[in-house]
């Protein structure tokens, strides 16, 4: 804007300038010709009276061609060139105006002297005879003269331009200052009516654009938090391989990355796929899976098309890790159940075909009605505690259904110990406790299926006469609740598995405890439940300390 008024103005006053020293140009040369005129209309006076001595007594040499020319057209005399006088000049317009008006002026081409002439012609006496008096001027002498001017006008010009730049820099700079000075926060004040208009739409376009940016930005907030919180690696490139966008989990696979793909180390799968896409404009997502990070992950690349014009790509990386990991749980989960049902089952048929074909003697029935009762509740055992965790899993899938409320933890334990009393005192356990009132929030029944579980181990697994220890106490973070027992320990490279399910240190001294290998499964699982932490510390032959952190109330 500031170009074109500043162009504007120049190029205005450039061409005013010159329109007016062409003007200047054409009135010096009229009046330079008026003034030829006039010198020649003074001579012609001045010769008049002496006509008679012009013709017998030359005079010296004159810069103007004095002709005498009869009305008829014959030369009595002509001071530049003899040859004119055998020439009929009856024809000359300033002849034929002189003869009828007495005088007349005229500028025109000579055809005896070849070259361009002003002519002032009056009528005179000559002897009493009526003649044509005419004096003549080249006009190349008006010519020379107003070639005297024009360095005067060039200069002049060349002042006159200069002065215009600086004119049209300063106007500029005064109508530009009052449109810099219009802020849109506040667009009340308006240096120039004729804004009035533009500024009033310009108001509703910035309410507009305000407020769609605020939506915008509410949108790109609520798009932020939800990448920021995916479980997987969320990235948005540019065509050149830019990182406009990048969550954390996307930040861990791609640490070498800062701002462009082109940084990692091993990207010469990003760089192929970004190469591809943008030359073969497909519109498919990509799916690979690759080991990436040390980790089994699945990248899918998804390209972004404006207007059928490429304009970058979005990769989504998925770590597999947790899926294979949680298949391979579920085959070796349903493998152990199959093998740990199986066992009792067996058992328990085995036994009773005996009886049904008389293999077992009178005496020795009871021994094997026993044998199927300890099985048969070993399976019941083992039954309710995989529908335990089934259900646990299916609740943790439905985002908490089940519900919530506040429990006195001391409580809970004391019920428990209750219930554990004759199998301590069976196996010659103390139980000692230091609890504190503490209250959580969960779900009674799996709380104490949780301390239930510890309790039992920390008594199962102890040695005789040994004891457990029983602490609850707050925390700054909430409620620790610790159960230590003096038993066998477990080795260090067990411990990593204890929580795993059917897992066992010494099976066969679970089998002989009635042990399923998935009470400290529902003890993860359960606590898991509650966004609580489970903790294990163990020395061999010193005995495990099991410790669960509940956020509290």
Do not use: W
């Not at 009056?122 to 009493?128: E, F, N």
Request: glycine share 4%.
């Amino acid at each position: 804007m500031r170009q074109k008024i500043f162009r504007a103005i120049f190029f205005g006053c450039t061409s005013l300038l010159i329109v007016a020293n062409l003007a200047l140009l054409i009135v010096l040369e009229s009046s330079l010709q008026t003034q030829a005129f006039d010198t020649l209309k003074q001579e012609v006076t001045s010769l008049k009276p002496h006509l008679d001595t012009l013709i017998t007594q030359p005079s010296a040499p004159s810069p103007y061609r004095i002709t005498l020319i009869t009305p008829s057209g014959t030369v009595l005399y002509d001071t530049h060139s003899q040859e004119t006088h055998n020439e009929d000049h009856s024809q000359r317009i300033e002849i034929q105006n002189a003869i009828k008006n007495g005088q007349d002026q005229s500028v025109r081409y000579s055809d005896s002297l070849k070259r361009d002439m002003l002519y002032f012609a009056t009528m005179a006496q000559l002897g009493g005879q009526s003649v044509v008096l005419r004096l003549a001027i080249e006009k190349r002498t008006i010519e020379d003269l107003f070639m005297r001017f024009l360095p005067y006008f060039g200069l002049e010009f060349l002042g006159c331009l200069v002065l215009s730049f600086f004119i049209a820099k300063v106007l500029t700079r005064s109508i530009i200052a009052p449109l810099r000075s219009i802020k849109i926060e506040n667009l009340s004040k308006i240096p120039y009516d004729e804004l009035k208009p533009f500024v009033q739409q310009l108001k509703t376009e910035h309410r507009n654009i305000k407020n769609q940016l605020k939506i915008l930005k509410q949108k790109q907030s609520q798009i932020l938090l939800l990448a920021q919180n995916m479980s997987d690696g969320l990235m948005l490139l540019n065509k050149q391989g830019k990182i406009l966008l990048a969550n954390k989990r996307a930040r861990k696979y791609f640490e070498d990355a800062k701002e462009s793909v082109y940084e990692l180390t091993d990207s010469f799968l990003l760089q192929k796929t970004l190469s591809l896409l943008h030359r073969f404009k497909t519109e498919r997502s990509t799916p690979q899976t690759l080991e990436f990070s040390h980790k089994e992950c699945e990248i899918v690349f998804g390209p972004i098309y404006s207007k059928k014009k490429f304009k970058g790509i979005m990769v989504l990386v998925r770590d597999l890790s947790a899926q294979k990991r949680a298949q391979r749980l579920q085959r070796h989960f349903s493998a152990n159940v199959t093998h740990e049902l199986k066992t009792p089952l067996t058992a328990i048929l085995a036994a009773s075909e005996m009886m049904s074909h008389n293999l077992v003697a009178q005496e020795d029935i009871s021994e094997f009605v026993g044998k199927i009762e300890r099985e048969a509740g070993r399976l019941l055992c083992m039954i309710d505690e995989v529908l335990k965790l089934s259900f646990l899993d299916e609740q943790h899938d439905l985002a908490h259904t089940l519900p919530m409320q506040k429990l006195s933890l001391k409580a809970i334990i004391h019920n428990v110990l209750e219930r554990l009393k004759l199998i301590a005192q069976k196996q010659h356990i103390s139980i000692r406790t230091k609890l504190e009132d503490c209250t959580i929030m969960g779900n009674a029944e799996l709380i104490e299926n949780l301390v239930y579980n510890l309790c039992d181990n920390a008594i199962k697994y102890n040695k005789p006469n040994g004891a457990v220890h029983i602490a609850l106490h707050k925390h700054e973070k909430g409620v620790i609740l610790e159960v230590r027992d003096s038993g066998v320990g477990i080795p260090k490279d067990a411990q990593s598995r204890v929580f795993e399910r059917f897992f066992c240190v010494d099976k066969g001294r679970s089998k002989q405890l009635g042990g399923t290998g998935l009470g400290l499964s529902i003890v993860e699982s359960v606590a898991h439940y509650h966004n609580a932490s489970v903790n294990l510390k163990s020395k061999i032959g010193e005995g495990s300390t099991f410790s669960v952190r509940f956020g509290g109330v």
